[in-house]
């Protein structure tokens, strides 16, 4: 699906990921862990195209990234920012079916179709009856969910997204990423997500990638990859795990003798 | 409920339809109001004769003289509204319009140096055209990594509008200083080429191929703008060409800009205030923002030059005057409408 080769990324001098070679298999569910300012964004933003790279290669389905045009690629990969700001008034559907663009072509309207995609996607994300309303009267929750339902409306087979958890209350968080943990098992399509609950984290991911900021990296399945011993290294504060109800939790290590 | 795919068409044919009905009703309005009426039983055949090149009557004749100067006011109207639109949805802010770079204030510089050297109309138009392109590339110089944005790192256009922001001050200060300088004689026609003025200005061909271009040019850009004020830089990830796209607007609504400001001096709240009423009337969505504002920026601007020549006739206001008298408050309405 997505392949990386030799992927450096450099940021104000400083290298966060060195010589990176990631290979991303359809149907697999991957989440990218490490702590603040490890490289976690820098490093979707880069496999989303929205950044130079400084050095190594990109390919997305054996083509170089550059080598794609927007429009193909949009229909390819779908990305979720961390953040976004509202400046206009437009509604909650609006949003959604600006994402069927890459399917437009030279059309000046949508089509039925468009529609169908995007009532479709605000009812998976539980916000269809929010279509309506302006985007800047939303809560935070509900306009990230709004965001995803744009990210689904898109339709690609490659979906990134930067903190899909951000602002969800407990529920949707285990709903949000169960729905993208299925997209993966049925459809064959390819998740890459970046995430602070390690919990969550495991319980839906099949691969993972800890980046610890010095270059360093490491790109495997779940089981392997997240050892507590490991995470610890990774996140620079010791991780313990225990089992509950054949479950792994994992939890930060607290010192209470001082 | 949302509006589905064919009922957004027929809304959008009708409220073009309307405001297309209504800009015309303006220019006639404007055709038979000053100090001597034309009565509306004449206008059928005062019209007529006009459209056959024929002003045999006095109606005819007034109505020809007053409904150039109304065409003059609707093509700078459109002009400064859809270059308002442009602006917006290139910098991303609701309250930005086609002045906030500086290219009008470049345009003053040049125009009122001319009226300083005493020059005639023709040279007038052309300095204030050079001043306003003198802006535009220096402001796309200093501000080309925003403007071709697109895989920058944060990718917002802040440095865009401080440049314009700064280069207006700088630009201001020119004015300033030729003002205190200048002697009796050229003051006033500086002051009302400031204030924005159409008394005198010649009905011309070349504004409205300009705005005929660039309105192609915008709605053939109408969804990627949608999607561009919408989504702000991760556009390019929905298959936007975000820098082409900017420079796109930038240039276009510079070229609109310089335009309208030739014609008929730096007009202000134009380019604010219609925007910003159609959108809040019709929605935020460009593919029916940008027709409506030009023909609603075109009307408005014709209604308010109707006004600036009849309110106190003999005695001509620049309409520029008027733009803003009645601009500020309906702005400050919709502001605290906006709030609640």
Redesign the interface.
């Known amino acids: 699906m997505i392949a990386t080769h030799k992927l450096t990324l450099q940021v104000e001098g400083r290298t966060l990921v060195r010589d990176l070679d990631w290979a991303i298999q359809p149907g697999e569910c991957w989440s990218i862990i490490g702590r603040n300012g490890a490289g976690k964004s820098t490093l979707l933003r880069t496999v989303?195209?929205?950044?130079?790279l400084e050095a190594g290669a990109v390919e997305l389905d054996g083509r170089k990234l550059d080598d794609w045009p927007?429009?193909?690629?949009?229909?390819r990969?779908?990305?979720l920012?961390q953040s976004?700001?509202?400046?206009?008034?437009?509604?909650a559907?609006?949003?959604v079916l600006?994402?069927r663009?890459?399917y437009?072509a030279k059309r000046?309207?949508?089509?039925?179709d468009?529609?169908q995609a995007a009532l479709q996607a605000l009812a998976a994300m539980e916000v269809g009856h929010l279509?309506?309303r302006d985007v800047r009267t939303l809560s935070g929750g509900e306009r990230q969910r709004v965001a995803i339902a744009a990210l689904l409306a898109?339709d690609t087979p490659l979906l990134l997204l930067d903190e899909p958890a951000n602002a969800l209350d407990l529920a949707h968080q285990v709903s949000v990423t169960g729905l993208l943990a299925r997209l993966c098992r049925r459809e064959r399509k390819t998740v890459v997500m970046i995430g602070h609950d390690l919990n969550l984290a495991h319980s839906i991911s099949t691969h993972a990638l800890l980046l610890r900021g010095d270059g360093s990296w490491l790109a495997g399945p779940v089981a392997q990859v997240m050892q507590p011993a490991l995470l610890g290294d990774y996140l620079g504060h010791p991780i313990e795990m225990i089992e509950h109800g054949g479950r792994r939790i994992f939890i930060p290590f607290e010192d209470h003798h001082d | 409920?949302?509006p589905?795919?064919h009922a957004?068409?027929r809304r959008t044919t009708m409220i073009v339809g309307s405001l297309l009905l209504a800009a015309t009703a303006c220019v006639l309005f404007s055709g038979v109001t000053g100090s001597v009426t034309v009565a509306l039983g004449e206008l059928p055949d005062a019209v007529a004769q006009v459209l056959h090149g024929r002003q045999d009557s006095l109606a005819a004749s007034l109505l020809a003289l007053r409904a150039g100067r109304a065409l003059t006011a609707f093509v700078t109207g459109g002009a400064l509204a859809l270059a308002g639109v442009m602006m917006q949805a290139l910098l991303?802010?609701?309250l930005a319009d086609p002045y906030v770079l500086g290219i009008s204030a470049g345009a003053s510089v040049g125009a009122l140096f001319a009226l300083l050297m005493m020059c005639a109309t023709a040279v007038v138009d052309g300095a204030a055209l050079a001043g306003a392109v003198a802006v535009s590339m220096l402001l796309y110089l200093l501000a080309r990594r925003d403007i071709r944005g697109?895989?920058a790192?944060e990718g917002g256009t802040s440095t865009l509008l401080l440049t314009g922001v700064i280069l207006m001050s700088a630009c201001m200060a020119l004015v300033t200083l030729m003002l205190s300088i200048a002697p009796e004689g050229s003051l006033r026609n500086m002051v009302f080429w400031m204030i924005g003025d159409l008394a005198g200005t010649p009905l011309r061909v070349l504004p409205w191929i300009v705005l005929a271009g660039a309105l192609a040019f915008a709605?053939r850009s109408?969804?990627?703008m949608?999607?561009l004020?919408?989504?702000?830089?991760?556009a390019?990830?929905?298959?936007?060409?975000v820098g082409r796209l900017r420079k796109g607007l930038f240039f276009v609504s510079g070229v609109l800009t310089a335009s309208a400001v030739t014609n008929g001096g730096s007009i202000g709240f134009v380019g604010l205030i219609v925007p910003h009423a159609c959108?809040f009337a019709f929605?935020?969505?460009h593919?029916v923002l940008i027709p409506s504002a030009v023909l609603a920026g075109g009307s408005f601007l014709v209604l308010c030059d109707t006004l600036a020549r009849t309110v106190i006739a003999p005695t001509q206001l620049p309409v520029g005057a008027i733009t803003a008298l009645i601009g500020a408050p309906i702005f400050l309405y919709q502001l605290h409408q906006l709030r609640k």
């Not at chain 1, 989303?48 to 130079?52: E, I, M, N, T």
């Open positions: 989303a195209g929205l950044r130079k927007l429009e193909e690629l949009a229909r990969r779908a990305y920012a976004r700001t509202d400046a206009f008034a437009y509604s559907i609006d949003t600006s994402a663009h890459p437009h000046y309207w949508e089509g039925s468009d529609h279509a309506a898109q | 409920m949302h589905v795919h957004a068409r991303r802010n609701p697109g895989v790192a709605l109408a969804r990627a949608n999607v004020a919408l989504h702000a830089d991760t390019r990830t929905l298959g936007i060409e959108r929605g935020p969505d593919r």
